[in-house]
C-alpha cells in the first residue's frame, strides 16, 4: 500500500474543517485567507471544497482544495498541504477531485493560477493535464513588498 493511501479520508464538507484549513493557509501563504474568508467563500453558489484528513488517532486535516464552477468553467481558488503531508499524493488527490467535480458539473475547462517558480505545483499541474495560456504580471505581493507573475493554466475538457 502505498503511503498516500496508508491515510487518505477525503471528506467533501470542508465546512467541518475551517478553522483548520485557515490554519494551514496562514502557515503556507504570505497573503492567507481567513476563516470568515474561507467560509464566505464556501457560501458562494457554485462554491465547494473538500479536505484530506489523515485518520491516525483523531483525524486531523492533512490538506484541502477549495474551487468553484461558473457556467463553462471551473476555478481552483486555493490548494493546500500540509509541509508534513507533502510528497505523498495528496496534492494530486485534491486537484484529481477537483478536476472530476469540475467535469461533472459540466464545465468546459477547468483554471487556476500558480506563482511563478512554484515548480513542484507547476510539474503537478502539467501531469494533470493543464497548460500555461496567460501571465498577469507582478499579480502576487510579498510580505516584503516583492512581487511574482502568475501564471495561468487550463485543462480543457472538451477537445
Do not use: C
Request: negative net charge; charged residues 25%.
Amino acid at each position: 500500500m502505498t503511503e498516500s493511501r496508508r491515510f487518505m479520508v477525503l471528506d467533501q464538507d470542508l465546512q467541518r474543517y475551517l478553522d483548520e484549513a485557515a490554519g494551514l493557509h496562514g502557515a503556507l501563504f504570505e497573503r492567507p485567507w481567513s476563516r470568515t474568508a474561507l467560509e464566505d467563500l464556501l457560501a458562494t453558489p457554485g462554491t465547494a471544497g473538500a479536505a484530506m484528513l489523515d485518520p491516525d488517532g483523531e483525524p486531523r486535516l492533512a490538506g484541502f482544495v477549495l474551487f468553484r464552477s461558473l457556467g463553462d468553467f471551473a476555478e481552483i481558488l486555493t490548494v493546500a498541504v500540509a509541509p508534513d503531508h507533502r510528497r505523498r499524493g495528496l496534492g494530486r488527490l485534491l486537484m484529481r477531485h477537483a478536476v472530476q467535480m469540475a467535469r461533472e458539473s459540466g464545465a468546459e475547462r477547468l483554471l487556476l493560477e500558480v506563482q511563478d517558480g512554484n515548480l513542484p505545483a507547476i510539474r503537478l499541474y502539467e501531469d494533470l493535464g493543464m497548460e500555461a495560456f496567460d501571465r498577469r504580471r507582478n499579480y502576487y505581493k510579498s510580505g516584503n513588498g516583492g512581487h511574482a507573475d502568475a501564471i495561468m493554466m487550463q485543462l480543457s475538457f472538451h477537445d
